[in-house]
């Protein structure tokens, strides 16, 4: 099945939209009726919704899944092209992201992975292009520049954010902690200017938008050293959870799980293409109205839809000012990441930045393709922003620009990309706070309304913004809600 | 309610067997008939059986949960001494412990933890005695000590493990990982011994056989590096995830969640004092009868008995040779636990080793107790094994010895422990493996057996022998039972 979703460009075929994933939904509806009242209306089918819905039919309730895209996934998602998973969005996992290794294990898929970084052959070297100066180096002194750089960034208390962040789940467990959201990264990185080389500088700043996908005046410092924290206080649990393993048969083959058990249950109602338009709470239901002006009931509504849409969506009785002082602020991420299929090199052990001169700053060697080519894997963000489908070879040349140390011009055979900044749905890659959002307003987001409930990475309080945030954020409503709907059938059975 | 397990010393008391415990269950029983056909028979009530057990009732099925004990817990329980909680068993959590961790998110307890450590106040150092010489250093030149020691033990590849154990969850994902399970620690440390210092090799053979509590020629070399790489291939990383938090209120408060919520769904009886004898596999259905004589059916049974105690019980038909060799080996974990609390000495802050003469051999300050005692807790093994309860002043003497550095003899007002070796329902602490039985068995042990399946942390994928590994294999074999009776019901319900 192919997505509306996507681009793919090659130079037989130019830009085309929509690419297939087995994560696209058919029949795109299993609703018979709309007479039915629900236990629990679920918004959105990103991995969050998808595990509040099967967890609430798995658990015995009655649920109905309302998904404006035609497939499931939301922020990750493969396609599948030539049968060959290239990661729309978020794309790696690891043993230490609880909530998504609980799940893997549960279906037992932890051997599905592969590495991400091969460094055994080939162009086998870190790139670092600087725009005027350009520096290539081993592997091992890639880490020691990073190692270095981001040793300094992040330690503030002499441990490197121990002391700070001791609990990352506990959200401001310090008020060190707290005091720090009010920080920029650029505001770290002027404390530290003098100490760092301009290569460690380079490397630093291309790091760290790597996470945000935003500009460094614009993100938290203290959501990076939150982060830094979840990874274990050192760069190589960085690198160890962000980014070395991948699903071998792509993302969509994970949630893909999760959407068929839910359906086993034949607890859910689904309907894709069904964007929602209002919720309103009357106290004793919520109604929704999807776009097309279709109204379901049920006892609760987990909405899942992500910060920067929220405010797309009405809401009746009107969401509490905290939340909307949240939306209105929204988040920063507006990461582009385009997938490049290249012919005339063997670039599968190479990484490489080019910042802060190119629209795309930094790179991996991230597999090779049914064609024999290295897949590389480029992202760029708010610093530099562009919309990738508008001009194409514009964004060849910043794909070429990644590798200004080498000799041979790339031969670019394929480009893949999901313009997150462009998508109705999403408007943003992950949740990246600027300053101060997540201190001001993290508790108004996890928040509920009267009968409905939010749940989504955005506001998780581990690994926030990853897909583990969503699983995370998806088992926390759905246990509420099986809850308090148990608690309410026992009271009206005794009465 | 206070349970047998355990025994609590006083100088007022003496000895006295049973301690009080939030996880004794009352009434232990709520079954009023047995001429019930159950869905599912679970065998046992530590973290496994109850995660199994919940699951199973939560996802619809008709659910019997047989213990031995009158508590529920297994391994991991918390007494409950004026309100101050004595971990028995297993105690630490950490958040790259996935399932352990997913569950506390679950129950929204990710902030009830609270440090072991606190390296603040009082006696704040590390005492490293070795029987003639003894030494005393600050915690920084402990953990440099460990450092040197640990990297020059697992560095089989000049990566400390990584490319040998690079996916954890993936067993013996490489042949040099499975080449390691022929190996006993002390042939690695054999391999070493030029290049420790006489310090080094006592820290390290004493951190290594509080992991084990085995000796060191009876431990897997690999299952050590296994819990390495679990741990992120490094000593920091081993301290935070193996030893850092524990609940605030003592692990019975977490294990109790478990039950409870499983009683909510109405779909579980369960009977404690229940040890059983004799499990049938008759093909159309599993009975299993107690040894009062009680028969119980089911479609599916759930064994989660450990491996040293799953001969004790009579299989028919008869288990397989895999297994049964695998159990007539047995894992070789004699850990003696014992809690003491000292009243003139402020030792929070203190850790300290008494290795290779002492029958305890390393010992941490963990608390300070409602009497405001510090609360000491000290482990031996079976290198020097002793049943405390046998001679309390031997006991009591193993203990002052912990802190031979120190003038003043400490004044025991307390002693708590639970002797796992002579425990009929155990035979021994968690699990450790000697050489060879992983690499040969650990696909023998997670084989069903008919309508019988076998779930034990013992033979968990990742963190084989935590809490965490009970949660997951509680959880696959679950969801391994609800799958194939859904699909039964389906094949049934189209006929």
Known sequence: MTSRDGYNWTPATGLTAGVPSIGVIHPPTNISSSE???????????????????????????????????????????????????????????????????????????????????????VNHYELNMGEKGY??????????????LNKFTNID??????????????????????????????????????????????LESFVLLCSGATLATMSFHEFLHWWAMCGYTYAGCIDMLISWKFKRGQSSFAIRFFTEALATKRLSYAFNTPVAHIHDTGASVEV?????????????????????????????????????????GHVNQCVKVHAEISNKHLR????????????????????????????????????????????????????????????????????????????????AWFFPPPG?????????????????FANSDWALGWRSFIDGAIEEGTRVAYEVKTELAERERVRSSL
Chains 1, 2 share one sequence.
């Open 36 to 122: 039915v009242l629900y236990d629990v209306i679920v918004v959105g089918a990103g991995y969050c919704g998808l595990t509040a819905a099967r967890n609430a039919a798995a658990e015995g309730l009655k649920v109905l899944l309302l998904e404006g895209r035609d497939r499931i996934g939301g922020r990750s998602w493969s396609s599948n092209i030539d049968g060959y998973p290239f990661e729309m969005g978020g794309t790696w996992v690891h043993w230490g992201q609880s909530n998504t290794w609980r799940e893997m294990t549960r279906y037992q898929m932890t051997s599905e992975v592969e590495r991400s970084f091969d460094f055994s052959y080939g």
């Open 136 to 149: 290539t180096m081993s592997h091992e002194k890639e880490d020691e520049l990073l190692i270095s750089a």
């Open 158 to 203: 002499g441990v490197y954010g121990r002391n700070t962040i001791p609990l990352p789940y506990s959200p401001f467990h310090t008020a060190a902690a707290r005091d720090l959201d009010n920080l920029s990264a650029q505001d770290r990185i002027n404390s530290i200017t003098p100490s760092l080389s301009p290569q460690e500088r380079a490397a």
């Open 289 to 329: 109205t999807t776009r097309a002006g279709v109204c379901y009931r049920a006892a609760r509504l987990i909405s899942t839809l992500p910060l920067n849409v929220l405010g797309d969506v009405s809401f009746d009785p009107p969401l509490s000012p905290g939340k909307r002082a949240a939306i209105a602020t």
């Open 349 to 428: 052990s190479w990484t490489g930045v080019a910042y802060p001169h190119n629209e795309l700053m930094y790179a991996i060697g991230d597999g090779t393709t049914p064609a024999g080519n290295t897949h590389v894997v480029c992202f760029g963000g708010d610093n530099k922003h562009i919309d990738p489908e508008v001009d194409v070879e514009a964004t060849k040349r910043a794909v070429s620009n990644m590798f200004a140390q080498q000799k041979e011009t790339p031969q670019i055979e394929r480009l893949v990309f999901h313009n997150w900044s462009k998508d109705e749905f999403a408007k943003g």
């Open 437 to 453: 959002l997540v201190s001001s307003h993290l508790g108004d987001l996890r928040e509920r309304h009267g009968n409905v409930l």
